[in-house]
C-alpha cells in the first residue's frame, strides 16, 4: 500500500494531493526519463562501487524505482540522523522492505549526539549557523563519509530547478573526490511527479502537507504558495546557500 493510498482516507474534503498537484510533465519528459536510465546504467556498468544517497524525498524515490525497475546493482544508503518526521522513518520501513536494491541505514555516532546536546542543548542549531553546521556535521556529514568509504561514485537527486545554488547541477560531476551522478539535473518538479503519479510510487506523506524539500523535523517546515522550493530549510536563516555540507564544495573540490 502506498503513502498516497494511506493517506487517502485523511484528507481534508478539497485538499489535493502533491501527486495530484504537481504532475505535470515536460514536453520533453520521455526523452528525458530515457537520459536518466542510460545514466544509471553507465553509472552501474562502469563506476561500480556506486551507491544512491536517498533523502527519502520525491526526487530520491524516483531514483530507487528506477534503479529498482532496471534491476541495476546500485545499493541505496539513507541518513537517519535521529531528528527525521515520523512521516519519513516510516518511508523509511515501507522501501526497506520493499526495495530491490538493499537499503542502508547510517546513524550518527551516539555519543558525540549526546555530547553535543549536552552542551549546546537541544535547539542549538536556531542559535547559530555555526552551531547548526556542527549539528549537521555530527548527524549527517559523518555517517555520510562512513556511507561513500570506499565508493568510487554516488547518486543524488540534485535538480537544477531546486534553488540558486543548484542551477548550475551537471548531470555527472567528476569536480570531486568521487564521481557524483545527478540523473535528475534537468528534470522539473512536475516531470518528478509524473513519473511518481503513473508508476504508482510510494512517496513521503509529508509531501502532501507543502514540504517539497524534505530534511530534519526541527529544521525543515511546510512552504506556502510562491516560497521558493527550499525556502522550508533551515528557514530561520537567511543565505542564498542553505545547503547541510552534503552537496556544498571546498575550494578543492571536495565535499565541505
Ligand atoms: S538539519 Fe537540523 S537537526 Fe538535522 S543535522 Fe542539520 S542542524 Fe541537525
Not at 50 to 59: C, K, N, R
Not at 180 to 192: A, E, H, I, R
Request: hydrophobic fraction near 40%.
Amino acid at each position: 500500500m502506498t503513502a498516497a493510498t494511506n493517506l487517502s482516507a485523511l484528507q481534508a474534503p478539497g485538499m489535493t494531493r502533491a501527486v495530484q498537484r504537481h504532475a505535470h510533465p515536460s514536453a520533453d519528459f520521455d526523452a528525458k526519463l530515457a537520459r536518466t536510465q542510460a545514466l544509471l546504467q553507465r553509472a552501474a556498468a562502469d563506476c561500480a562501487p556506486v551507491t544512491q544517497a536517498s533523502s527519502l524525498g520525491a526526487e530520491d524515490v524516483v531514483i530507487t524505482h528506477i534503479i529498482n525497475a532496471l534491476a541495476l546493482d546500485i545499493p541505496v544508503f539513507v541518513l537517519d540522523t535521529g531528528a527525521l518526521h515520523p512521516e519519513t522513518l516510516a518511508l523509511l520501513e515501507r522501501t526497506r522492505a520493499t526495495s530491490r536494491a538493499p537499503v542502508t541505514v547510517y546513524r550518527p555516532v551516539q555519543e558525540a549526539v549526546v555530547q553535543f546536546v549536552a552542551r549546546e542543548g537541544q535547539n542549538a542549531m536556531y542559535r547559530s549557523i555555526d552551531l547548526r553546521k556542527a549539528c549537521c556535521g555530527i548527524r549527517k556529514m559523518e555517517p555520510l563519509a562512513r556511507a561513500l568509504k570506499g565508493e568510487k561514485a554516488w547518486i543524488t537527486g540534485l535538480r537544477r530547478e531546486q534553488s540558486a545554488a543548484r542551477a548550475e547541477v551537471p548531470a555527472i560531476d567528476t569536480g570531486e573526490a568521487r564521481t557524483k551522478f545527478n540523473p535528475l539535473s534537468d528534470w522539473t518538479w512536475g516531470d518528478v511527479w509524473h513519473y511518481i503519479a503513473t508508476r504508482d510510487v510510494d512517496y513521503n506523506a509529508l509531501h502532501d502537507q507543502f514540504y517539497p524539500s524534505i530534511g530534519c523535523a526541527p529544521c525543515t517546515r511546510a512552504i506556502s504558495l510562491g516560497e521558493d522550493f527550499r525556502a522550508g530549510r533551515w528557514w530561520w536563516e537567511t543565505s542564498d546557500l542553505k545547503e547541510c555540507g552534503l552537496h556544498v564544495k571546498t575550494t578543492e573540490g571536495a565535499p565541505a
